[in-house]
């Protein structure tokens, strides 16, 4: 059965990109257990916005963890205390009466603050823009049954394909690498037959576009345990090995001995 | 060039009627080309980045074009198809079990329950193959079996198994490979990308459409890009409704503001209502969440016998319920059409005899199934999908039934295109859900993603050079124009009034209001009453928004509340004409089921002597009653038939 809670929030706002920012308290009273965590935040909204107060930016869309448009801080956490949740799938039945919660923006260099909670995250698609792609031009497809693709191949290529893009990897480490993002997206077209032939450029091109961004990773870990789906941290270990031979392969490929 | 109102030229291709396998061929043969020296001439805008934005914009920049494109999202990955789940189709016959694009064009065009063009979804089912290697050579990660090969499944009832999937992820992965193909275009420098900048109106000029007017969401600047023509692709508006499965942004002003600009607006009465959503929990629900038809194929649903039921599912005997689509529907039972499942579950709800803290529900039920194949086999199937209502609900579906409930999730009627996607207004095209084109009153499961991507990789691409052709050495209007400047005035003006309105409630208030009427009234059953209800009430309640919404903030940065007050205002508008459209439409088709009209067993009436045409509405002023124009629709290659499914 549906309980309420009376709960209290730590807000950061911050009015602009430029501005400076500061922690707010609110009042969420009354909030359903059957509620989502925005869905509180919305609660919260309308009373600022009763009360005459500019309402609290922060960003979703679809609301049911793919579009990868979510992406607060709770406590600390990114994407808050639920394993493999993304923000929007976490429901207020997590918390008790009485809580106090924090909630902040993902932070990062690359990732700067527009408004409150609501950052910018568009570094993560010039990754993709240098590489993450199969170069097939519409019309120039042979038939899909053409070429097998070996059952397991295709379901590591998906545990990659399945990321979101919602940057939390990058908000929870300690160095705000993008690593385990840049290899979810380089992973799922390498592990296809389909991606061999850009296999190598895509990798160079792709992890330094990340370089140019993202600091470096340290193999902590944490990207992983924020994740909201869960990709696997070996993703990155196969990405590394993929960068360096890529270093030579590249260079043959061009006419140059290794 | 005027606008093309009254006659409403179709443009169908040549063998229409009598050689509708040879149709697009001939077409494509027959339409000018624009050659490859020649398309970087041309300058396109594109709004949207859904499946039909991101797969137009790829091809036409591959092609030569100048695209440039603009979403409201922060990036292109994250347009609301992105949320797609179960599948798409393909005519591929890969089972071998007798598909074939005859039968997926048939099935279609039944399906729509003969509201449809025939030739448009020949076409769609042409290509359906097309888009299944495509998708592929892109690396979209289709189920495979273990020899490599990919797999299907049936979906939404159809007798074949011709859908593709990925894992509980269709759309996400599907548009992942348009969005990968559009980002190699961006890195390439021949589609320039605007993210976060929503179209606010369009410019029509000297009868034909000429660029866009559009916000910067963050810093809210208003400006202007022209091109040589305009397409948009941007998506269904469901959240009319307010409450429906869609994105929480999804809207309709693009579409709307082209239409106040004389585009004619086709079907808006034709709403797809999902059988099988999990149901509200309380006032403040935001959205509701779509559980896979797939489940149908092993829950049943059932509601108890008595009206004020308070035992727990599991205390109610088997002589205690009623599984009513098995009960009426002995052939198909669980698994018969959506509106129909959707429209049974609102007539037991509204007896009283729901289910849930609610009573706004129905049970879909495992237990016979995790009985006969064992809870490991269940959870191998939809282990993913138990887990996502358990999250949303707290209630474990292995123990208990799942609550399930019809929502708002697709929009069959949109912007009205001749059979090469151009709106009325020459050098408007539309795309994707935002258009009405393939699915008539009704759209078959794992279609939309088909139509999306069937119009951006493989219809337009093509069919605006035959617009274009003739414009060759004509450069773009200036955007700097004076037609360009009233414009942006218009929409600053707008923008502005939310401001300065400084009323009471929050523009989600007055949505949630408006989305119950829409619901009440417009929603699974319509009726005369009802519509011209909804008639008088939503313009009353129109009046009070401009009048008492409170937008706080400024147009200056990032402002939500600012951002869908406009939308909202939208919604308005399109509200009264989904009313006025139901109530001109006298007959029960797809999903639009009018109480009058239905038979003695409460089945659909279709009226095909009076109503087998395409409602497609024009904008006439402000204060004015729209005109209906009709497309009528011929039928030589399927024969309109009763849908039973008894
Ligand atoms: C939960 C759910 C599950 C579904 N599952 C399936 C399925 O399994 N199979 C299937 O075939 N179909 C499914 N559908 C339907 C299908 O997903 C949609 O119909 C389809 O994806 C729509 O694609 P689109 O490209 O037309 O529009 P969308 O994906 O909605 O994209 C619209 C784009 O337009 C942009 N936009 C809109 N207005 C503006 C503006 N004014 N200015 C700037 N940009 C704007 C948005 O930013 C966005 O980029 C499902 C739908 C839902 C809701
Ligand atoms: S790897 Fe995980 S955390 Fe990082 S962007 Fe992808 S889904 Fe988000
Ligand atoms: S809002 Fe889409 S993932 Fe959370």
């Known amino acids: 059965m549906e309980e309420t809670l009376n709960i209290t929030l730590k807000v950061w706002r911050q009015d602009g990109p430029d501005e400076r920012g500061r922690f707010e308290t609110y009042d969420a009273p009354n909030i359903g257990t059957d509620m989502s965590f925005l869905e509180m935040l919305d609660v919260v909204n309308e009373n600022l916005n009763e009360d005459g107060n500019e309402p609290i930016a922060f960003e979703s869309d679809?609301?049911?963890?793919?579009?990868?448009?979510?992406?607060?801080?709770?406590?600390?956490?990114?994407?808050?205390?639920?394993?493999?949740?993304?923000?929007?799938?976490?429901?207020?039945?997590?918390?008790?009466?009485?809580?106090?919660?924090?909630?902040?923006?993902?932070?990062?260099?690359?990732?700067?603050?527009?408004?409150?909670?609501?950052?910018?995250?568009?570094?993560?698609?010039?990754?993709?823009?240098?590489?993450?792609?199969?170069?097939?031009?519409?019309?120039?497809?042979?038939?899909?049954?053409?070429?097998?693709?070996?059952?397991?191949?295709s379901d590591q290529a998906f545990d990659a394909a399945a990321c979101i893009g919602c940057g939390a990897c990058v908000a929870a480490c300690p160095n705000s690498a993008a690593q385990?993002?840049?290899?979810?997206?380089?992973?799922?077209?390498?592990?296809?037959?389909?991606?061999?032939?850009?296999?190598?450029?895509?990798?160079?091109?792709?992890?330094?576009?990340?370089?140019?961004?993202?600091?470096?990773?340290?193999?902590?870990?944490?990207?992983?345990?924020?994740?909201?789906?869960?990709?696997?941290?070996?993703?990155?270990?196969?990405?590394?090995?993929?960068?360096?031979?890529?270093?030579?392969?590249?260079?043959?490929?061009?006419?140059?001995?290794? | 060039m005027s606008l093309k109102v009254g006659e409403l030229n179709s443009n169908l291709p040549q063998g229409a009627t009598d050689n509708i396998a040879e149709a697009w061929t001939n077409h494509k043969f027959d339409m000018k080309l624009v050659n490859p020296a020649n398309k970087r001439k041309f300058d396109v805008i594109v709004v949207g980045t859904g499946?039909?934005?991101?797969?137009?914009?790829?091809?036409?920049?591959?092609?030569?074009?100048?695209?440039?494109?603009?979403?409201?999202?922060?990036?292109?990955?994250?347009?609301?198809?992105i949320a797609a789940q179960g599948g798409i189709n393909g005519a591929k016959n890969y089972q071998n079990d007798g598909d074939s694009v005859h039968r997926l064009f048939y099935d279609t065009v039944k399906g729509g329950d003969f509201r449809s063009r025939e030739a448009n979804v020949h076409r769609l089912a042409e290509v359906s193959v097309d888009i299944i290697d495509q998708a592929t050579a892109q690396g979209v990660p289709f189920a495979r079996d273990y020899g490599g090969l990919l797999d299907n499944r049936s979906f939404g009832g159809a007798q074949v198994s011709r859908t593709f999937y990925a894992r509980g992820q269709t759309g996400q992965q599907l548009l992942l490979g348009a969005y990968s193909a559009l980002m190699r275009q961006v890195g390439a420098g021949t589609v320039e990308l605007h993210t976060r900048t929503e179209m606010l109106d369009l410019v029509?000029?000297?009868?034909?459409?000429?660029?866009?007017?559009?916000?910067?969401?963050?810093?809210?600047?208003?400006?202007?890009?022209?091109?040589?023509?305009?397409?948009?692709?941007?998506?269904?508006?469901?959240?009319?409704?307010?409450?429906?499965?869609?994105?929480?942004?999804?809207?309709?002003t693009?579409?709307?503001?082209?239409?106040?600009?004389?585009?004619?607006?086709?079907?808006?009465?034709?709403?797809?209502?999902?059988?099988?959503?999990?149901?509200?929990?309380?006032?403040?629900?935001?959205k509701l969440t779509l559980m896979s038809e797939s489940l149908r194929n092993d829950g049943r649903i059932w509601v108890p016998d008595a009206f004020e039921e308070s035992r727990s599912a599991a205390d109610v005997p088997e002589s205690d319920r009623d599984y009513y689509l098995e009960r009426k529907y002995p052939a198909f039972g669980n698994l018969v059409p959506r509106d129909v499942a959707s429209r049974n579950a609102k007539t037991v709800v509204d007896q009283g005899k729901g289910v849930g803290p609610m009573k706004n529900g129905v049970y879909l039920d495992f237990a016979d199934a995790i009985g006969r194949l064992g809870e490991d086999s269940i959870r191998e199937k939809y282990g993913n999908l138990f887990d996502m209502y358990e999250r949303i609900t707290g209630e474990d579906p292995y123990k208990q039934p799942m609550r399930i409930y019809p929502a708002t999730h697709y929009t069959m009627g949109g912007l009205w295109v001749d059979y090469e996607l151009q709106s009325n207004v020459p050098g408007l095209f539309c795309v994707g859900e935002a258009n009405f084109s393939d699915h008539g009153a009704n759209r078959l499961g794992a279609s939309a993603l088909m139509q999306g991507l069937a119009d951006g990789y493989f219809v337009l691409p093509y069919t605006i050079g035959n617009y274009l052709a003739d414009q060759l050495g004509d450069a773009p209007m200036n955007s700097n124009d004076a037609a360009f400047g009233a414009v942006e005035a218009e929409v600053q003006d707008r923008t502005n009034r939310w401001l300065a309105t400084n009323g009471t409630k929050?523009?989600?208030?007055?949505?949630?209001?408006?989305?119950?009427?829409?619901?009440?009234?417009?929603?699974?059953?319509?009726?005369?009453?009802?519509?011209?209800?909804?008639?008088?009430?939503?313009?009353?309640?129109?009046?009070?928004?401009?009048?008492?919404?409170?937008?706080?903030?400024?147009?200056?940065?990032?402002?939500?509340?600012?951002?869908?007050?406009?939308?909202?205002?939208?919604?308005?508008?399109?509200?009264?004409?989904?009313?006025?459209?139901?109530?001109?439409?006298?007959?029960?088709?797809?999903?639009?089921?009018?109480?009058?009209?239905?038979?003695?067993?409460?089945?659909?009436?279709?009226?095909d002597e009076n109503f087998q045409h395409v409602a497609a509405w024009e904008w006439t002023g402000e204060d004015n009653v729209q005109n209906r124009h009709k497309e009528e629709l011929e039928f030589n290659y399927v024969k309109p038939s009763k849908r039973s499914y008894k």
């Open chain 2, 506 to 607: 929050s523009v989600d208030y007055y949505h949630r209001e408006l989305g119950k009427l829409v619901w009440n009234y417009i929603g699974m059953e319509r009726d005369e009453n009802g519509l011209e209800k909804a008639i008088s009430e939503i313009p009353a309640l129109k009046a009070e928004y401009y009048k008492n919404v409170r937008v706080l903030g400024s147009g200056e940065s990032l402002n939500q509340s600012l951002e869908k007050a406009g939308r909202v205002a939208d919604f308005f508008e399109l509200a009264e004409l989904k009313a006025r459209d139901a109530l001109a439409r006298e007959e029960s088709c797809g999903g639009h089921f009018r109480v009058e009209h239905q038979d003695a067993e409460g089945e659909a009436d279709r009226d």
């Open chain 2, 254 to 286: 693009a579409a709307w503001r082209a239409h106040r600009r004389g585009a004619l607006f086709a079907n808006p009465c034709y709403t797809q209502i999902h059988p099988t959503c999990i149901p509200s929990s309380d006032e403040f629900q935001s």
């Open chain 1, 180 to 258: 385990l993002f840049t290899s979810a997206k380089i992973q799922h077209m390498n592990l296809l037959p389909q991606g061999q032939a850009e296999r190598w450029k895509r990798t160079e091109a792709m992890v330094e576009t990340m370089e140019m961004f993202f600091g470096s990773c340290t193999n902590h870990g944490e990207c992983h345990d924020a994740c909201p789906k869960e990709i696997p941290l070996d993703l990155i270990a196969w990405t590394n090995r993929d960068y360096i031979k890529s270093k030579n392969k590249n260079r043959k490929l061009a006419g140059q001995k290794g």
């Open chain 2, 204 to 252: 029509v000029h000297d009868g034909a459409a000429r660029g866009i007017v559009v916000r910067d969401l963050v810093t809210g600047e208003v400006t202007s890009h022209s091109a040589h023509a305009v397409v948009l692709a941007t998506g269904g508006y469901g959240n009319v409704y307010y409450l429906s499965t869609n994105a929480m942004m999804c809207n309709v």
């Open chain 1, 62 to 153: 679809c609301r049911e963890g793919i579009c990868g448009t979510c992406d607060l801080m709770i406590d600390g956490k990114a994407h808050g205390p639920e394993k493999g949740t993304a923000t929007c799938q976490l429901h207020m039945r997590k918390y008790s009466d009485g809580d106090t919660i924090v909630i902040e923006p993902f932070r990062a260099a690359s990732f700067p603050i527009l408004k409150d909670l609501a950052v910018n995250r568009s570094a993560l698609d010039a990754i993709v823009m240098a590489g993450g792609f199969i170069s097939v031009n519409t019309g120039a497809a042979p038939d899909a049954n053409l070429i097998p693709v070996p059952k397991e191949a």
């Open chain 2, 51 to 81: 499946l039909a934005g991101s797969s137009a914009a790829a091809t036409m920049a591959e092609l030569g074009y100048n695209v440039k494109v603009f979403t409201y999202n922060d990036s292109p990955r994250r347009a609301h198809s």
